[in-house]
């Protein structure tokens, strides 16, 4: 019962209808543009902006290519963001979405630590960095849209090349699968089935994921597959057993050293100091 | 003694100090109101800056002194160490209020702090984090209780609290134990992020493990400093016994850290000429081996300046660790840049400054450096020649 979306970056034309529709159903306010060199502005996800839409020139050989891709919050299939705070501000639903509560189901107990943007592969959430009393922003799925009106999200509903499907998590691979095998200009590769531990967006391409921003390779070595929860878990379960053994330990070596009487007197060891000396 | 009245003497320096204090409050209270964006030079690629990376895991790890020290005193029962037991438990206490204070102001949503104590988000390294170093701060408190009610008469608290003290002491350092190295555990979530010569499973084990080998490192620092600022004769033995052990655990800590990095297969990556393979470089041969072949060698050990030298290198190089984890680790994942601005370091300095007006409040006012056998006349050497 995971929602998804597959954006199939062959057929995306970089018209930005997303992030229009994404703006204004999530009244979000525009972000002042600077100049810049590409067409990316601007080019990066923010509190304000919730997903974006970058380009990418190819060439291959006398040929150039444009590719564009919209980029949002993945929703993790296991978000690092949801275990790593710990204030229990983001959920996985069983809708898929990846929901902030402070500001979608107003339970805030979120205290601004920032410690789920250190957390997020995909450098997703961003943080009202202008407000005295800020929140953590990002892609909602359109929670309220599908959960409640039973819509689809507002920019799978604004796009108008079929470039975003929505539906099920299986349903989708399969889409994917059944495309690639019908094209072979198709990289065999579906973005987000295994990364991460898999994520609630998929990506498949004609061209290779890393030319195109994607993260495929870190430090010389592919991505990490195994969920990031998994990882903190396998530290943090020993906690309890360490607490304990090694607060016993120390009782023990206490007891074991203390010697027959405890005799520092240490009233005449101590004194202050005179800072007239 | 203890008929003396409170006492603070004024001098330059400390006015200076208290004007630094006054500027970070004002920088704090602006910060308040126009939020972080307004002072910091913080941004969505670097949500984490100064304050967390060296006021809260930097001023935590210097802390360290309190809760080896406590074990080398109070549970291995190794008397001659007592000398330095209290200023230990006193610079980690306040150590702690500055990374508390940090913390506080760096959240974004401040008035929120005390929520991760009613909704458990437990899978978070974070909220082991926040758990230990609140209740560590509170038992440091009671642990100081001791001291203040000798001063500050109340005979009925001094003895509940007696009562309590041995409880009190393990936990005390149970507690710093599992947040020193959750503090590390904090990055095994950068996975992918962190570069892999600091990034480790294991990176828990070399935040605890330095934590605690920087103690002695940090309490020979400190008595220096204070010897120096009071005319006293430093606890020279003191210090140079205590080598033996940061020496040590040095030694394993480097032994561990080559297996890890072999294990991983990295090991090749601190050889590949990258700004990160060389900051990585300079933390292991300037910060850990210097140091060990310092307090290997007698002729160093034996004299001040040789253990001071070789502390204040360890020192350093766990702050240099902690920002390597921090900053240089990241920067490259992260992109973007970062550099503090003027504010930050305003109210850094300004933190900072209210820890040694605090220390030297509190070493003036209350029996924690000991009291010297003979008179002091003899020791003019050791003054620095302008008043702290
Ligand atoms: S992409 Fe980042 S913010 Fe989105 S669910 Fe995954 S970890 Fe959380
Ligand atoms: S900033 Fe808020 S949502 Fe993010 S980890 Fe901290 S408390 Fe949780
Ligand atoms: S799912 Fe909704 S919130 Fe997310 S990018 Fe699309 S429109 Fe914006």
Redesign the interface.
Known sequence: MSKSVLVDITRCIGCRSCMVSCKSWNDLPAEPSEFSNNWDSPG????DTWTNVSSYVLEEGDQLKWRFVKRQCMHCNEP?CE??????SFVKTKEGAVIYK?TELNE????????C???C?F?V???????????VQKCRFCYDRTKEEGLEPACVTACLTGALTYGERDEMLALAQDRMSKDPRYIKHIYGEKEYGGTSWLYISDVPFDQIGF?TE??N?P??QRS??S??????KW?PY??VG??AL??A??AY???RAEV?N???????????? | MYGRNWSFRITWFRILLIMLMLGAVAAALYRFVFGLGAVTNLSDQWPWGLWIGFDLLCGIALAGGGFSTALIVHVLHRDKYLPIARAALLTSLLGYIISLVSLFLDIGRWYNFWRPFFYWGFHSVLFEVFWCISLYTTIQVLEFGDIFFEKVKFPALKKLLGYMMTPLLILGIVLPSLHQSSLGSLYIVAVDKLYPLWWSMIIPFFFVWSAFFLGPAMVTIEGTLASRAYGRQPELPVFQSMTKITMWMMIIYFIVKMIDLNYRGVFGMAFNGSFESNMFLIEMIVFILLPIFMYAIPAIRTKLWGVVTASLLVVVGVVFNRMNVVFTGMAKSVGGSYFPSVWEFLITLGMWSFLALAYLFIVENFSILPKEEHTHSTHTSYGTGFNV
């Open positions: 990066k996800l923010s509190a690092a275990s790593a705070c710990f204030t229990h402070p805030d107990y979120c205290v601004g630590c920032r410690y943007m250190i957390a592969p450098d959430p961003g943080f009202q960095w202008d407000k005295a009393l800020p929140y993260k870190v430090f070595r991505v990490t990031i929860p990882l903190t878990w396998d530290v943090l906690t360490i607490f090694w607060g120390l009782t070596m206490r050293t203390k010697r520092h240490e009233e005449d060891l101590y004194g202050p100091v005179d800072p007239k000396e």
